[in-house]
């Protein structure tokens, strides 16, 4: 079965401290990874993919395979940081399957 | 330019009645998908159209949910004899092509409350 599980549902850090959120997945295939944003009375933002392997806002996530994990890092907060994330994995027609989302608060 | 609009932005109705909702996605995107998000929950596919036609409806709950795109462009979803447990937030997104690594946009979603 297709799923990503996101394990907090609020995460709650210090401004400056670093930012770990998880996300776990089970897919059969070659897994497409992503990590959405939605900032406070915004619509979901795409925040970063692995395949690209690009840094977005000082946001960085490693696909490892091997735990099935596509954790969220980033290694110094900004109070701006604070919002909803989610973690989805791209099914096998190109929808977007989700994880229940972790709420981030940096905290001043 | 324009970013994927959704009208109504909220929509109250009374427990068996019909609506629709609409979505107007990113001008030239071949691939439109309707998600639904309920209170704490991630978002849930529904549909997925490529141009016209429905490439997949497997996240339809049930026969009263109906989502037409005749043009390739504008979408609606339709809901029949609309019960409590549709109230959610519908999401609609666009993505160019539909295939490989596209980003698929968002509309800001409309909030549907059944009394």
């Known amino acids: 079965a297709q799923r990503v599980t996101q394990p907090e549902k609020l995460l709650s850090v210090f401004k400056g401290a670093p930012v770990e959120l998880k996300c776990n997945y089970s897919?059969?295939?070659?897994?497409?990874l992503f990590w959405y944003v939605q900032y406070s009375r915004q619509r979901l933002q795409l925040l970063l993919r692995h395949i690209s392997r690009e840094s977005i806002k000082g946001f960085t996530a490693d696909l490892n395979k091997g735990e099935t994990s596509f954790h969220l890092k980033k290694p110094f907060a900004q109070e701006e940081d604070s919002a909803m994330y989610y973690c989805?994995?791209?099914?096998?027609?190109?929808?977007?399957?989700w994880g229940a989302g972790t709420k981030l608060i940096i905290k001043p | 330019g324009a970013g994927v609009s959704q009208t109504p932005s909220n929509k109250v109705t009374e427990k068996g009645k019909y609506v629709e909702l609409r979505c107007d996605p990113i001008s030239g995107h071949t691939a439109l998908y309707w998600y639904r998000q309920s209170l704490g929950q991630g978002p849930e596919f529904l549909i997925y159209f490529q141009g016209t036609g429905a490439a997949d409806d497997s996240g339809l709950p049930n026969d009263r949910f109906f989502a037409v795109r005749p043009e390739g462009s504008v979408s609606t979803l339709k809901i029949q004899r609309t019960e409590r447990g549709d109230s959610a937030v519908y999401l609609c997104?666009?993505?160019?092509?539909?295939?490989?690594?596209?980003?698929?946009?968002f509309g800001p979603g409309t909030r549907l409350t059944v009394l």
């Open positions: 897919y059969s295939g070659s897994p497409e």
């Open positions: 997104a666009s993505s160019s092509s539909g295939t490989g690594a596209d980003t698929q946009y």
């Open positions: 989805a994995l791209k099914g096998g027609n190109y929808q977007l399957i």
